[in-house]
């Protein structure tokens, strides 16, 4: 069964993205400083953070200054994603998932860093959509 995800391009102290997977009723979601990648050979750190409502899906606005996260957000990509049994693939450490995304399409596998609390690379798998010259483009102009 097909559930939602959204990347949203985040203009905070330092630019970056954030992954949100619909998963167990939230948007279980990844810091990903350099954005996800459709070249296979580029692994991509992806910081995982707190859980979001999945009424923040839909966001696009701009986060105060003096609050967490103060800047611009925007969607950078959005769409549906399927996977199997994903709280077991998270709880093991390694979740493989296929985008319907606008931007982003084909296999993905976010792998947790062994021995480390927060930090799991983001890979695109070796399929017809992955893109060796891949170039990410931001939605927003970035800050000067």
């Known amino acids: ?11 905070a102290t330092r630019l970056h993205f954030d992954l949100r997977l619909e ?12 954005g996800v990648s459709m070249n296979p050979q580029e692994k ?16 696009e606005g701009t986060l105060a ?7 611009e957000v925007r969607i950078w990509d959005n769409g549906e994603f399927e996977t199997e049994n994903a709280g077991e693939q998270l709880r093991k450490g390694k ?16 792998l947790k860093m062994w ?9 695109k798998s070796r ?3 992955a893109d060796k010259n891949w170039k ?6 970035p800050k000067k």
């Open 1 to 11: 069964m097909r559930k939602r995800f959204v990347i949203h391009e985040h203009h």
């Open 23 to 34: 998963i167990g009723g939230v948007l279980k979601s990844w810091a990903v400083p350099k």
């Open 44 to 59: 991509r750190l992806a910081v995982h953070v707190p859980d979001h409502s999945l009424g923040y899906i839909g966001f």
């Open 65 to 71: 200054e003096g609050t967490y996260g103060a800047g």
């Open 95 to 110: 979740l493989v998932f296929t985008v319907y995304g606008r931007k982003l399409k084909g296999e993905f596998t976010l």
């Open 115 to 123: 021995n480390q609390e927060k930090n799991w690379l983001i890979i």
């Open 127 to 129: 399929d017809e959509f």
């Open 136 to 141: 990410l483009e931001t939605v927003l102009k």
